[in-house]
């Protein structure tokens, strides 16, 4: 398998479910990040680990909860969101310098009701 | 604060026309990247170009080829020829460099470019 993957593809949750989005590079890489494409947005940058640190938190809230355990997996677990969480999630992955680029996954396409 | 604006919300053409898609970005730095991703229906991101605030050379691959002008902040992208396949949303975005290894991307919203048959 190569590049970027994403599970689940698609996932519908309750606001009281808790839930995990789950990310794999198989590219070498060391960063990764998580980003919100919601309907008529731009695509927000949530978070950003390098070399399995968090560097970023673009003020996200608390009901995501990011996890990195190693430079090639990335977690986004998910805790009582809210219906306008419902958005296209995507990974990243890239070098670990500056400038480097971002070769991203597919999506999970999260629906919350 | 660095800003993308890709004031072209949505484009249609009829095969075989060239479109360019335009991108004005602001950025305090003087070391910076630009990029565009193609964004086809399925949902993935695909990496097009990559171009560096020091390299105004202009870059054809193929039917795409990019116009970069520092003087007027603008990063155009334009597809020869379009074709159906070139349905997508295309991105432009921003990096920064802050010196401290990954950054995040700052992306405009995004044209959405419709190839008729």
């Known amino acids: 398998e190569t590049g970027v993957t994403q599970t689940p593809r698609h996932l519908v949750m309750g606001m009281t479910n808790k839930k995990s989005l789950k990310c794999e590079q198989h590219l070498g890489h060391n960063a990764m990040y998580w980003y919100k494409q919601s309907a008529k947005k731009p695509l927000e940058l949530m978070f950003v680990?390098?070399?399995?640190?968090?560097?970023e938190n673009n003020s996200v809230p608390s009901r995501f909860s990011p996890e990195c355990p190693n430079s090639s997996h990335l977690f986004l677990h998910l805790h009582t969101l809210q219906p306008e969480d419902s958005a296209l999630y995507l990974c990243?992955?890239?070098?670990?310098?500056?400038?480097?680029?971002?070769?991203f996954g597919p999506g999970t396409r999260l629906l919350v009701l | 604060a660095q800003k993308v604006t890709q004031a072209q919300t949505e484009i249609s053409v009829v095969e075989k026309e060239d479109v360019t898609l335009d991108c004005v970005y602001e950025t305090r730095d003087t070391t910076y990247y630009l990029f565009w991703y193609k964004q086809p229906p399925s949902g993935e991101l695909v990496f097009l170009i990559r171009?560096?605030?020091?390299?105004?050379q202009n870059e054809i691959s193929g039917r795409y080829s990019w116009n970069f002008q520092k003087s007027t902040s603008s990063f155009n992208f334009t597809i020869t020829a379009s074709q159906v396949v070139d349905s997508a949303v295309y991105f432009c975005a921003l990096s920064q460099y802050s010196g401290g290894g990954a950054d995040g991307l700052t992306f405009g919203k995004g044209t959405h470019l419709i190839i008729q048959p």
């Open positions: 171009r560096n605030s020091f390299d105004e």
């Open positions: 680990y390098n070399f399995k640190e968090q560097t």
């Open positions: 990243a992955s890239s070098q670990g310098g500056d400038l480097e680029t971002q070769y």
